[in-house]
């Protein structure tokens, strides 16, 4: 209790107690720590404190490993890119850890993929107690985006729907490779591949990936569609849950632009990229497969380019042209609200259509009979100079930092990219890194996981403008 003294005489009448009297009681309530965390903070902090754990526990948790254990920087490494989902690795995740070793990666990769926050939400649902303020801040955006949908529901179909895809996932990969493996060996890479795709990690149970797989259709398409639908973004799924339901039950419901802009935009990038990986690669890393296969997987390479990480092919003997198509794609990345990374189909598609309509001398940005907010073209603007500005940085310093920096100039470019991106892909050097430059890459995928997702958070809280808020005069500036 706070007391402090009041200004004039009590009222006439008052039977407070003399001792009391001139003294003002107010009750102060005090803020537990954990309550001045913004929604940002809150998701930042739960990446970093899941990686924490799975370096720990990757270093002293027995029966991981085949032999040597690996070492603090290397246990960071993998955790990070098990828990960003990125799927780099410095060890061959098949040889190196045991069963026991691979699930416990598999345990990081499925929780960073769904997001702490999203387990959380699940077990508020699941008391059936409302979600505080907090938690509903984190799903950014959605009654502005897609007034139709329930932020409460959302949160439990992030779950719903990745728990049932993979498992549907899991068991037609479990029955394709019966075959190959034997019903008992199957099951667990099955259930390993299927979380790993849909999570677009790229973490692999094989040494060689999915090279083994380029005659089998069956198995890449399963693969893709698992890639395709984790990249899609829990928002968009939710609207076609919805879409569906309303067909059935006879009513009318309107996709939201951001679905429509999501499934357009995939389906441009996915379409794009088969006809030209098909092409650069027909006679080249595509050569000793049969005609029929070549095309399957110049499609599968350009899923897996934006954030699966997943291969078929090795980039390190793939043309020139091939490797930097791949570097724009996982630019791009998935779409928001998936388990996907990069800058997002989302900013790619609006940086278009603002380029587009500038020379067409119009100053607002249309698409399907809607115009998009200024707010939102700037935030697309700006997210796109910080992710340049942070991959080139990346670049210059494995460029810097390793002895054959300049020799493999593309290579560099390519972790870099594929580092923030948060894909895995990689043309043979991540093994090569030196101590410093795993260490520039360990941050790269940090920030290229959380990095957008915290950005969506912060710029969802619109703050109203202050009283004493000012501009100060405009006065143009000539570019181009």
């Known amino acids: 209790m706070l007391f402090r003294r009041r200004r004039g005489t009590p009222p006439v009448g008052d039977r407070t107690p003399g001792w009391l ?50 070492g603090w920087l290397d246990a960071l490494f993998t955790a990070t890119s098990a828990v960003c989902v990125t799927g780099l690795i410095v060890v061959d995740t098949a040889t190196w850890f045991t069963p026991a070793g691979q699930a416990f990666i598999l345990l990081m990769i499925q929780l960073g993929g769904l997001g702490i926050i999203a387990f959380t939400s699940l077990v508020i649902v699941a008391l059936g107690r409302r979600m505080s303020l907090r938690h509903e801040t984190l799903s950014t955006g959605v009654a502005q985006v897609a007034p139709a949908v329930n932020a409460l529901g959302l949160a439990r179909d992030v779950v719903r729907f990745t728990l049932m895809i993979e498992a549907a996932g ?85 996709v939201s632009l951001h679905s429509r802009i999501v499934l357009v935009t995939t389906v441009v990038l996915l379409v794009g990229g088969w006809a030209a990986f098909t092409l650069l690669e027909w006679g080249g890393t595509f050569a000793g497969l049969p005609a029929w296969a070549r095309p399957l997987n110049g499609l599968f390479m350009s899923v897996t380019a934006r954030t699966a990480g997943f291969n078929t092919v090795d980039y390190g003997q793939a043309g020139a042209s091939t490797n930097f198509l791949t570097i724009l794609l996982m630019t791009i990345g998935g779409s928001p609200g998936g388990t996907a990374g990069g800058m997002k189909t989302t900013t790619f598609a609006l940086l278009g ?77 991540t093994g090569e890194l030196a101590p410093g430059s795993r260490v520039v890459a360990i941050i790269l995928m940090y920030v290229g996981r959380v990095g957008p997702l915290a950005f ?25």
């Open 21 to 70: 009297q001139g003294l003002e009681i107010r009750s102060v309530r005090r803020r537990r720590p954990w309550q001045n965390v913004s929604g940002p903070q809150l998701l930042v902090g739960s990446f970093l404190l899941l990686i924490a754990l799975g370096t720990v526990g990757l270093r002293t948790l027995p029966g991981l490993y085949t032999g040597e254990p690996l």
């Open 170 to 254: 899991a068991l037609l990969l479990y029955l394709l490779w019966i075959p190959r493996l034997g019903w008992r060996e199957a099951a667990f890479p099955a259930v390993f591949h299927a979380v790993s795709a849909f999570c677009n990690a790229g973490f692999s149970t094989f040494s060689d990936s999915l090279m083994g797989f380029q005659r089998a259709p069956l198995t890449l398409l399963v693969i893709m569609a698992l890639i395709v639908l984790g990249g899609l973004g829990f928002l968009t799924l939710e609207e076609l849950s919805l879409e569906r339901r309303s067909r059935r039950e006879d009513r009318r419901f309107r």
């Open 353 to 429: 259509l603002v380029a587009l309509s500038r020379l067409r001398g119009r100053e607002v940005t249309s698409l399907f009979g809607r115009t998009v907010p200024e707010e939102t073209i700037q935030r697309a603007v700006g997210l796109f100079v910080v992710f340049f500005a942070v991959v080139t940085a990346g670049i210059l310093c494995f460029v810097t930092l390793q002895a054959a920096g300049t020799e493999r100039f593309l290579a560099w470019m390519f972790e870099a990219a594929s580092a923030f991106g948060t894909v895995g892909l990689s043309m043979g050097a």
């Open 456 to 480: 969506a958070a912060a710029i969802a809280l619109s703050r109203p403008t202050a009283a004493g808020e000012f501009r100060y005069a405009y006065e143009d500036v000539v570019v181009g």
